[in-house]
């Protein structure tokens, strides 16, 4: 993170990634659960958790779209996407108090 960040960015940055943890967290968690049987092993669960939250992870981060919404020159991944659109809430709702 830049040293010269602004409190809209990191305060977006937050935001961003505990909405893309919670959502990654959250759809392993179902897609485990849509996948193995409720008398799983406790062990298989977590093994198979895992390897979704992995697959999810890599979906949001290394999946890149066509735009570049934080103007540096790379393409945005999902995540990016996300972090983008935080700290454009957080500005906006921020303005309101100013």
């Known amino acids: 993170m830049?040293?010269?960040a602004t409190s809209d960015k990191i305060a977006g940055d937050i935001i961003g990634n505990v909405?893309?943890?919670g959502a990654t967290t959250v759809g392993a968690?179902?897609?485990?659960a849509a996948i193995l049987p409720a008398a799983a092993p406790v062990?298989?669960?977590?093994?198979?958790?895992?390897?979704?939250?992995?697959?999810?992870?890599?979906?949001?981060?290394?999946?890149t779209m066509n735009m570049d919404l934080d103007g540096d020159g790379k393409d945005?991944?999902?995540?990016?996407v996300v972090k983008h659109g935080a700290k454009k809430a957080w500005s906006t709702v921020a303005g309101w108090f100013k």
């Open 29 to 32: 968690t179902l897609l485990t």
């Open 76 to 80: 945005d991944s999902v995540k990016d």
């Open 43 to 63: 062990l298989a669960v977590g093994a198979v958790g895992l390897g979704v939250s992995v697959g999810l992870t890599y979906l949001a981060e290394g999946v």
């Open 2 to 4: 830049s040293h010269n």
């Open 19 to 21: 909405v893309v943890g």
